[in-house]
């Protein structure tokens, strides 16, 4: 599997909102971490906790700074991660991100980014 095109496609399915497409680029049994948040395991779960958080979303981008491909099956970027809410609220998150990707997609997800952005 391409890596650094799933990923690409992970970033586009955030950007349209779409929870189905954003859960579809995970293997069945992964995870997706926001640190310091509990890890969310499973495509399910991931699908759940993305629509729950959409539900408040105007429109979403992802402005990546840097993207690298660390190996054949690992990418991180650094990012702003831009929610415009249904409040009207603008979340802008400095983020830094690794991606874990294997035959069935990705892995595991590590976003690192200071919780006080998101309100914690």
Not at 47 to 75: H, K, M, N, Q
Not at 76 to 83: C, H, I, L, S, Y
Request: glycine content about 8%.
């Amino acid at each position: 599997m391409d890596a650094l095109g799933l990923v690409n496609r992970l970033v586009d399915s955030w950007q349209r909102l779409d929870a189905d497409a954003v859960a579809a680029c995970f293997a069945e049994g992964g995870v997706w971490h926001n640190m310091p948040y509990p890890a969310i395991r499973g495509r399910a779960a991931i699908r759940e906790s993305v629509a729950r958080f959409l539900a408040s979303v105007e429109s979403g981008e992802f402005r990546i700074r840097r993207s690298a491909l660390l190996d054949p099956l690992t990418v991180v970027n650094e990012r702003t991660d831009v929610f415009r809410l249904k409040s009207g609220q603008t979340l802008s998150i400095p983020v830094m991100g690794v991606f874990e990707v294997g035959p069935d997609g990705i892995v595991e997800w590590r976003d690192y980014f200071d919780s006080k952005v998101m309100g914690a």
